[in-house]
Antibody, heavy 121, light 108 residues
Framework: QITLKESGPTLVKPTQILTLTCSFS??????????VGWIRQPPGKGLEWLGI???????RYSPSLSRRLSITKDTSINQVVLTLTNVDPVDTATYFC?????????????WGQGTMVTVSS | EIVLAQSPGILSLSPGERATLSCRAS???????LAWYQQRPGQAPRLLIF???SRTTGVADRFTGSGSGTDFTLTISRLEPEDFAVYYC?????????FGQGTKVEVK
C-alpha cells in the first residue's frame, strides 16, 4: 500500500525559503519507473503542477518556477524535498506530493493529504 | 506548454442525471497521457481515469473517459450524491505537465 505525507512550516515570511518534505512508503524511488511529483492549490483555486523527480534523479520543473524551485530525493529514508526560494504571498497554497504511477498509468495515482502553507509577514 | 481548457466551469445537475465534462487542449495530446481527477471539498484529488479512457481500480463504471487529439470528455452516466465535486483533466506526456482549471459539478 502506497502512502505519502507532506510536512513543513505552515507560515513563512516573504523572501524566505520554503522547505517541504514528502515522506512516503510502499515503493522505492530507486526502482526504475518510479517518480514523485509536487502540485499546489491556492485557496479556492485549481491545481498547479510544480515539478517531478524520477528514480534516475531526472527532474522537471514548471517554467514559471524553475528559477526558484528545487526538488531532491533521499532514497535511503524514502523522502522527497521541495525547496522554494524567495517566497511571495502568491505562493500561499496547499502543497501536495503525489506518486507517479509506474505500471502503465504514469498519472498521479496516489496523493498525500496536502499541507497548507501561508506566506505572510 | 499545453494549455487545457475545461468546460463548463460549473455544471448544475440533479442526482441521476448524466454529466458531460469537456477538456480541450491547445495542441495535440497523446491520449496515453491524459487523466481525470475528482476532488471533493477538503480532500486531495483522486485519480479516476488515465490514458484518456482507462478507469483506475475501484472507480465506478458510471465514469467513462473518451477522446483523442485535442478533445477529451469525462462522462458520468448517472450522478450519485458523492459525485458532486470538482473534476480536473491533466496532461502528463511531456514537461511541463498541466492541469485544466476544473469543472465543478453541483447540485441543481
Amino acid at each position: 500500500q502506497i502512502t505519502l505525507k507532506e510536512s513543513g512550516p505552515t507560515l513563512v515570511k516573504p523572501t524566505q525559503i520554503l522547505t517541504l518534505t514528502c515522506s512516503f512508503s510502499g515503493f522505492s524511488l530507486s526502482t526504475a519507473g518510479e517518480g514523485v511529483g509536487w502540485i499546489r492549490q491556492p485557496p479556492g483555486k485549481g491545481l498547479e503542477w510544480l515539478g517531478i523527480i524520477y528514480w534516475d534523479d531526472d527532474k522537471r520543473y514548471s517554467p514559471s518556477l524553475s528559477r526558484r524551485l528545487s526538488i531532491t530525493k533521499d532514497t535511503s529514508i524514502n523522502q522527497v524535498v521541495l525547496t522554494l526560494t524567495n517566497v511571495d504571498p502568491v505562493d500561499t497554497a496547499t502543497y501536495f506530493c503525489a506518486h507517479r504511477g509506474s505500471s502503465g498509468s504514469y498519472a498521479f495515482d496516489i496523493w498525500g493529504q496536502g499541507t497548507m502553507v501561508t506566506v505572510s509577514s | 506548454e499545453i494549455v487545457l481548457a475545461q468546460s463548463p466551469g460549473i455544471l448544475s445537475l440533479s442526482p441521476g442525471e448524466r454529466a458531460t465534462l469537456s477538456c480541450r487542449a491547445s495542441q495535440t495530446v497523446d491520449s496515453r497521457y491524459l487523466a481525470w481527477y475528482q476532488q471533493r471539498p477538503g480532500q486531495a484529488p483522486r485519480l479516476l481515469i488515465f490514458g484518456a479512457s482507462s478507469r483506475t481500480t475501484g472507480v465506478a463504471d458510471r465514469f467513462t473517459g473518451s477522446g483523442s487529439g485535442t478533445d477529451f470528455t469525462l462522462t458520468i452516466s448517472r450522478l450519485e450524491p458523492e459525485d458532486f465535486a470538482v473534476y480536473y483533466c491533466h496532461h502528463y506526456g511531456s514537461s511541463p505537465q498541466t492541469f485544466g482549471q476544473g469543472t465543478k459539478v453541483e447540485v441543481k
